[in-house]
């Protein structure tokens, strides 16, 4: 059982180029995140996926676009990417049920130079 | 609004030493709250749940509504206790809203 994947791992970009994360789950979960980690700040949430078909905006999503694909997938884009944005990244995933845990990717760690 | 407030970024003790990772909240309504926690170049994992009443790896945490606190707490710290904690709350109410409310973490370092 995989859980949830991310990929890349590891990534450097230019100061205005793009890329896209992506994050898959094979534990049938409703719901989907994209956070991000910074010294200091913990874990601030990017955009999330309630449900299938659905996006809605966390506390810091300004630079960022994610899609939805299907009930498994959930990437994140980077349309031009801003040194700011170096960052490590974590998806994750979580059912609907009461008390349930969420399940965190290993991360991608982003650099933009 | 809710929130999560870890007052300590670090936390530094001896092995074999008590240790205690403090979480208070705000949150007028039945909270959900957990401890995750993140090994160096780990992903997050939970480690304990207040529904669930239980110990891991020596851990407990009490919800304390009195005083909005949900404290993490070991009698006796291990050097592979060394790593960074997270509380998090979610809405009792929330419905379909699965979303967490974070601390910002507490990097706790036992020392040999």
């Known amino acids: 059982n995989a859980g949830v994947t991310q990929t890349p791992k590891f990534q450097v970009l230019k100061t205005g180029q793009s890329m896209t994360l992506q994050c898959a789950q094979d534990?049938?979960?409703?719901?989907m995140y994209w956070y991000r980690q910074d010294p200091g700040m913990g874990l601030r949430l990017i955009y999330y996926?309630?449900?299938?078909?659905?996006?809605d905006k966390g506390e810091v999503p300004n630079g960022y676009n994610v899609s939805r694909l299907n009930k498994r997938e959930f990437s994140l884009r980077l349309e031009s990417a801003a040194p700011s944005q170096t960052s490590v990244y974590f998806c994750?995933?979580?059912?609907?049920?009461?008390?349930?845990?969420?399940?965190f990717g290993q991360g991608t760690r982003l650099t933009v130079v | 609004a809710q929130r999560v407030t870890q007052p300590e970024k670090l936390l530094s003790v001896f092995k074999g030493a008590p240790v205690e990772l403090k979480c208070n909240y705000s949150?007028?309504?039945?909270?959900?709250l957990f401890w995750y926690v993140q090994y160096s170049r780990q992903r997050l994992q939970l480690l304990l749940r207040?529904?669930?009443?239980?110990s891991i790896k020596g851990f407990t945490a009490d919800l304390n509504k009195g005083e909005t606190s949900f404290h993490l707490k070991k009698p006796f710290a291990q050097e592979e206790d060394s790593a960074m904690y997270y509380c998090?709350?979610?809405?009792?109410?929330?419905?379909?809203?699965?979303?967490?409310?974070w601390g910002l973490g507490t990097s706790l370092a036992v020392n040999p």
């Open positions: 207040h529904i669930s009443r239980e």
């Open positions: 949150y007028s309504g039945s909270p959900e």
């Open positions: 534990m049938n979960h409703n719901s």
């Open positions: 994750a995933s979580s059912a609907w049920d009461r008390s349930t845990e969420a399940f």
């Open positions: 998090a709350l979610r809405r009792g109410d929330a419905g379909n809203n699965r979303k967490l409310i």
């Open positions: 996926s309630a449900s299938e078909g659905t996006t």
